[in-house]
């Protein structure tokens, strides 16, 4: 799972409650919604995610996965 968006910090306090709720779950990453899109798009890729989890607000997020999905590879669900 890699969780992508919200402000600074926001994203990386989710990932250490849901390790914190969910021991097995693997969080392959996590980054803020402020880094552009291209980067945001390479440290994805580089973490081979199964899921990502976009929240970049509505519908700036469902844009965002309708223009990457593609480029993601490897990943199988997009919320």
Known sequence: MFLYGGREGVAELAAKNLRARYPDLR?????NG???PETALKQINQSSPDVIYVCLGSPKQERWIHENMTALDGTKLFM
Do not use: A, E, P, T
Request: glycine share 12%.
């Open 34 to 36: 402020f880094v552009s």
């Open 27 to 31: 969080i392959c990453g996590y980054i």
